[in-house]
């Protein structure tokens, strides 16, 4: 599986990509977000999904690691293949996408070309609660008072403030900032995870014990 790429952007276009790796040049499919991430004759780095196919091999790009979650999950659903999950994630975003489908928003569904409003309907019966711990949460504690208001605890902050760029921990806070939390209480909900005996380890669990703690927090 290429998980990543990241070279030289020796070509950018409407929603495609071609990044040199290793003397290759390697075509990528991209969302908006993260073409709007790349400048072609600079060095640029984008997450990928490998689709296989008996005549064809696929790149698709995604911008964070939630939209590349997102677009991987949108695939299970009954009839939704790789290039139509990026017409979700691409039309809607990430959060969007996932707030449409746990409010069931059909309204917003069919705006996605390709999409019907039975199509819609199939989505949401398919993904059931499979997008839940990616959509935005109302009152994100964004008022005064921050995430520690009512949590109950002491939340705790990782050595300096800081997030060691490319760990877990930074990707589940660029998710959440990503989200529409802002930076430092997307920081103190990841940080309170990771307080807990048995912290997360892994990108997707962590993001749902921050998601958590925020919901905790309105």
Same mark, same amino acid.
């Given at each position: ?84 999950? *990026? $017409?979700?994630? /691409?039309? +809607? ?7 449409? #489908? &746990?409010?069931?928003?059909? !309204? %917003? =569904? ?77 920081? *103190? $909900?990841?940080? /309170?995870? +990771? ?7 892994? #990108? &997707?669990?962590?993001?749902? !014990? %921050? =998601? ?7």
């Amino acid at each position: 599986m290429i998980a990543s790429l990241r070279g030289p952007v020796l070509r950018l276009a409407a929603n495609t990509a071609v990044i040199e790796c290793g003397g290759v040049g390697l075509e990528v499919v991209l969302t908006p977000s993260a073409r709007d991430q790349l400048r072609q004759g600079e060095e640029g780095t984008v997450l990928t999904y490998l689709v296989v196919r008996e005549d064809s091999l696929t790149l698709y790009g995604l911008a964070s690691q939630v939209e590349r979650d997102v677009f991987v999950a949108v695939q299970g659903a009954s009839g939704v293949g790789p290039k139509l999950a *990026l $017409a979700l994630v /691409s039309t +809607l975003g990430a959060a969007g996408l996932a707030k449409a #489908v &746990a409010s069931e928003d059909l !309204a %917003a =569904l069919v705006r996605v070309p390709g999409i019907g409003r039975k199509g819609a309907q199939k989505l949401i019966l398919s993904l059931g609660g499979k997008l839940a711990p990616f959509a935005p949460v109302a009152g994100d504690g964004s008022e005064a008072g921050g995430i520690g208001h009512g949590m109950g605890a002491t939340v705790s902050v990782l050595p300096g403030g800081a997030l060691a760029p490319g760990s877990v921990a930074d990707q589940v806070q660029t998710a959440l900032v990503g989200l529409g939390f802002p930076a430092q209480t997307a920081q *103190l $909900a990841v940080a /309170s995870a +990771l307080a807990e005996p048995e912290a997360p380890s892994d #990108v &997707a669990a962590l993001l749902r !014990a %921050a =998601l958590s703690r925020l919901r905790a927090a309105r």
